[in-house]
């Protein structure tokens, strides 16, 4: 893994050469614009040809930064020091080293211990973010909870609960009907290569993976493209004046077109580097996910008839859960129509 001081030297030496493009394409452009006599005429913002120039322009800046994507992943995964190649080897290991032939063991691990317990972590925030902290709430029954919204309560005579607001009723009593979930992902994508939120555990964040990149990757085209037309609008109302008039035109137009492309690139590159760390730390997460089944020492994997008395016993639950709440829409009804008298 890669420390704090390493990434702070990383991000600074990107800053460096950003700012050093930055220098060397102004320079360009000082340098053209002093040698072609220019004049700004906003009229030609207007013009089919000026339309077309556009269109040319973001074209060019789509085809570069997609090429370079494409040509810097695979050198960026070829450097031994970069992020994505200390991860894929340290995976290999962890794989070799933690998993072995455990596969078995490591999948019941997954849907019994890591699966719950970060259902549970989300829920827990859930109730954070609308001020609830004691996590007993969702033991209670929703009769009692009902009664929460209007008085605070003592419970077995040795608990107590504060009173509930509206939107924290709402949110236990969408916890407790199922609609706080994580699309959990598949426990063998913990043990494949291929394919990070502070705020998410691990199988929120593996639930985003795929997610996560392709908005990067759509946000940094989208972003640069606009910067590309914000630019080509300036440059497009530059029109030469004078004898060299032809002469200007074509060079400024080979001058934008070149400074388009090749910033379109510097910036393909960088992104494809960016993908490049995004994926090393959802391998990472995975290879933390293999620590972590090591180290549970309380896990015991059952056997098939033991998986079997589990999955019956978890559906008897649930058909009771589901009697549970129809029971108490059929008396929400009723006390709607009592009320209606």
């Not at 960026?76 to 190649?85: C, M």
């Not at 007993?136 to 009692?144: A, C, F, I, S, T």
């Not at 709402?170 to 939120?197: E, Q, R, S």
Request: aromatic share 10%; hydrophobic share 40%; charged share 25%.
């Amino acid at each position: 893994m890669i420390n704090t001081s390493e990434k702070m030297k990383r991000f600074l030496n990107r800053k460096i050469l950003l700012g050093l493009l930055a220098l060397f394409l102004g320079v360009c452009i000082i340098f053209v614009c002093s040698i072609v006599p220019l004049a700004i005429d906003p009229s030609r913002w207007g013009t089919t040809g000026f339309i077309s120039d556009e269109i040319i322009l973001v074209a060019l800046t789509i085809m570069g930064e997609v090429c370079m994507i494409m040509i810097a992943q695979p050198y960026n995964a070829g450097d031994a020091n970069s992020k994505i190649a200390k991860e894929r080897a340290l995976f290999s290991s962890s794989l070799t080293n933690n998993i072995k032939d455990r596969f078995a063991e490591f999948e019941q691990w997954c849907h019994q211990v890591l699966e719950p317990n970060n259902l549970i972590d989300k829920e827990h925030k859930l109730l954070n973010s609308v001020g609830i902290t004691n996590y007993g709430y969702l033991e209670l029954d929703r009769n009692v909870l009902k009664e929460l919204c209007s008085h605070a309560i003592e419970y077995d005579k040795s608990k107590h609960f504060r009173q509930l607001n509206k939107k924290q009723y709402k949110t236990i009593i969408a916890i407790l009907d199922g609609k706080c979930k994580i699309d959990f992902v598949c426990p063998l994508t913990y043990l494949k290569l291929d394919k990070i939120d502070l705020d998410k555990n691990t199988s929120e964040k593996m639930a985003n993976q795929q997610k996560k990149k392709t908005l990067m990757l759509i946000w940094s085209v989208m972003t640069k493209s606009f910067v590309v037309v914000a630019t080509g609008l300036i440059f497009g109302a530059l029109m030469p004046t004078g004898a060299t008039q032809t002469t200007g035109e074509t060079l400024m137009k080979l001058f934008v077109r070149l400074f388009d492309f090749a910033s379109a690139g510097f910036v393909g590159f960088f992104v494809g580097c960016q993908i490049n760390d995004m994926d090393a730390e959802y391998i990472n997460e995975k290879i933390i996910t293999h620590i972590k089944f090591i180290n549970d020492k309380t896990f015991k994997p059952l056997n098939e008839e033991e998986l079997a008395h589990k999955e019956w016993k978890e559906y008897q639950i649930k058909e009771v859960k589901k009697g549970n709440a129809e029971l108490m829409n059929n008396l929400d009804k009723i006390e709607m129509k009592g009320d209606t008298k």
